[in-house]
């Protein structure tokens, strides 16, 4: 499937970047690496990845991309964290005394299952992308902890553990679609940008 939009961009300071960008022009996609605050003038919807959110947000405050973002934020543009991305956007982490662009109204809580040989895989429901189950790769994964008043939830663990959700044109995913071969989430995060 062909996804129609606009230019879209991958934070690409650290982590998975390539995959996001591989996996957006399989869809057809114009996609661009940003690494500048003046890239986000660039393109009309960010995906900021997984990776260390530790070295994301040292990097994206040292590099002054922070107050850009919120300023592209602002105007509408939509922005995907996913794993460490979905870190930087929350507005509350706690025990996280790296800079965050606190654009999302979710509670996150880094490591939430573990180190790095914990990581697990797991079908999820996610109702918004049709009825068959995404296959999800969790990588010493956040979650999700609390979810504000206008934020929708996409997809739980079974134990009721919240792991997607969308705010407005605003979504984060605990776990890295980025390393599958189904690319229904980047189609639904694209169609955030369509309006």
Not at 89 to 111: C, F, Q, S, Y
Not at 113 to 122: A, H, W
Not at 123 to 149: C, K, M, N, Q
């Amino acid at each position: 499937m062909t996804v129609a939009t606009g230019r879209a961009g991958v934070l690409g300071l650290q982590g998975d970047f390539i995959e996001h960008i591989r996996t957006l022009r399989g869809i057809g996609v114009d996609a661009a690496d940003v690494r500048r605050p003046e890239q986000l003038d660039e393109v009309d919807a960010l995906i900021i990845p997984g990776g260390e959110s530790t070295t994301i947000g040292k990097l994206a405050a040292q590099y002054g991309i922070i107050p850009k973002l919120r300023e592209r934020v602002e105007q509408g543009m939509p922005v995907w964290g996913t794993c460490a991305g979905a870190i930087f956007i929350a507005k509350d982490v706690p025990r996280h005394p790296h800079p965050i662009a606190g654009l999302m109204d979710i509670t996150v809580e880094r490591n939430a299952f573990g180190r790095q040989v914990d990581s697990f895989e797991r079908d999820l429901d996610v109702p918004a992308i049709g009825p068959e189950p995404f296959h999800a790769v969790f990588i010493r994964a956040p979650l999700i902890a609390r979810t504000g008043s206008g934020v929708e939830v996409l997809a739980k663990l079974d134990d009721g553990t919240v792991v997607a959700a969308r705010q407005g044109r605003l979504m984060a995913t605990s776990f890295h679609p980025e390393l599958t071969r189904d690319a229904r989430l980047h189609e639904l995060f694209l169609s955030l940008a369509r309006g």
